[in-house]
């Protein structure tokens, strides 16, 4: 079989291609005061979404918001964008004919991370929160 197999579903195209979001966000956004409890846990929300016009300069695909809630959000009030995500090709690693195998990225000294190497480096966030972790 030449491509991924496709099926056609409710009028979504299905695919065996696997698709993983990774995403990196700067903690000290959070909005405390939108986590909620759950019967296991402290819970935070969040939604991701497409850059308008695909990957960016940093290899970037999307931007991660924290969702406030039904209530503020339709008050007008937006959450804070604590970060960006990039999609990850899980079939790539397997060298897959057809499909992306380059290299994953690559720690540099500092906690940087290279996506690619004429990217340019993401500045380091500002510490302006208080959150303890």
């Known amino acids: 079989m030449g491509g991924a197999a496709k099926v056609l579903l409710d009028a979504k195209e299905i695919t065996d291609e ?27 929300d969040l939604v991701f979404f ?33 970060g960006n995500w990039i999609e990850l090709d899980v079939n790539a690693s397997r060298n897959i004919p057809g499909q992306d195998s380059s290299p994953p990225p690559q720690s540099q000294p500092g906690g940087a991370v ?13 510490d302006d929160d208080d959150i303890p972790f």
């Open 50 to 82: 497409d850059n308008n016009d695909g990957r960016d300069q940093y290899g970037n695909d999307g931007f991660v918001v924290q969702d406030i809630g039904k209530d503020r959000r339709l008050a007008g009030e937006r959450g804070p964008i604590l």
């Open 18 to 44: 696997k698709k993983m979001r990774k995403a990196n966000i700067d903690v000290k956004k959070i909005d405390k005061t939108a986590l909620f409890e759950g019967a296991k846990g402290t819970y935070l």
């Open 114 to 126: 290279t996506r690619h190497e004429n990217a340019a480096a993401i500045p380091p966030p500002e």
